[in-house]
Nanobody, 116 residues
């Protein structure tokens, strides 16, 4: 079955950087678009970034454009999110996502806390 396992979260000061990883298994990773979402306390889950599987085209939420970079390594079945110039408002649980046959799959999430 589809498994997505996020890692790389933690506590970082404003202006700092983190790189999140999502290890995928149970499906042909190279054949599907992949996304990062986040959910802050009391807020709805929102799309952060998405990467296609053929052209590697990327899309970002306006709030993270120019600061975050999504990438993928199909040889390692791994999705990444490089986060720079982090702000307190980036604090959230970050989730890896893919949609296969109309069904969305999620990892368990990784906590990112931006605080001084």
């Amino acid at each position: 079955q589809v498994q997505l396992v996020e890692s790389g979260g933690g506590l970082v000061q404003p202006g700092g950087s983190l790189r999140l990883s999502c290890a995928a298994s149970g499906f042909t990773f190279s054949s599907y678009a992949m996304s990062w979402y986040r959910q802050a306390p009391g807020k709805e889950r929102e799309l952060v970034a998405k990467i296609s599987f053929v052209t590697y085209r990327t899309n970002y939420a306006d709030s993270v454009k120019g600061r975050f970079t999504i990438s993928r390594d199909n040889a390692k079945n791994t999705l990444y999110l490089q986060m720079n110039s982090l702000k307190p408002e980036d604090t959230a649980v970050y989730y890896c996502n893919t949609v296969i046959g109309g069904k969305g799959s999620w990892g368990q999430g990784t906590q990112v806390t931006v605080s001084s």
